[in-house]
């Protein structure tokens, strides 16, 4: 099963964002199939919404601009989190699941999942 963890809601970007650790890694077919553990979804809602999913390292900063597959327009405002669903799904089917504790690291995450 593909899955989604999300590791950190970073800010800079045009709009709400959250990072997802996925597993299998997901392959930009636009650069040689080059792959990313990490990636960015955003939710971009200037000039029309849009979810744009972007290559990533774990605190969120991107590693490439380019979108990668599951970035799409869409024809109405939605949020975040349906936004990352349907743009992960589409991605690669990716199943969101709960983020891991571990002991000693810090979380960037809301307290819902603290």
């Known amino acids: 099963m593909a899955t989604a963890t999300e590791v950190a809601e970073p800010a800079g970007y045009v709009g709400p964002a959250r990072t997802f650790r996925v597993d299998p890694p997901l392959a ?10 990490h990636v ?3 939710l971009v809602i200037r000039y ?6 972007f ?5 969120g900063s991107a590693l490439s601009m380019n979108a990668l597959p599951g970035s799409f327009v ?28 571990i002991e000693g690291e810090t979380s960037t995450l809301p307290q819902l999942y603290q």
């Open 40 to 42: 960015t979804v955003v």
């Open 28 to 37: 930009d077919p636009n650069q040689g199939g080059k792959q990313f553990d």
């Open 55 to 59: 290559g990533a390292r774990p605190d």
């Open 74 to 101: 869409l024809q109405r405002e939605v949020t975040l989190d349906d936004a990352c669903t349907w743009g992960l799904l589409t991605a690669g089917g990716y199943e969101i699941t709960a983020p891991e504790t």
């Open 48 to 53: 029309g919404p849009r979810v744009e999913i």
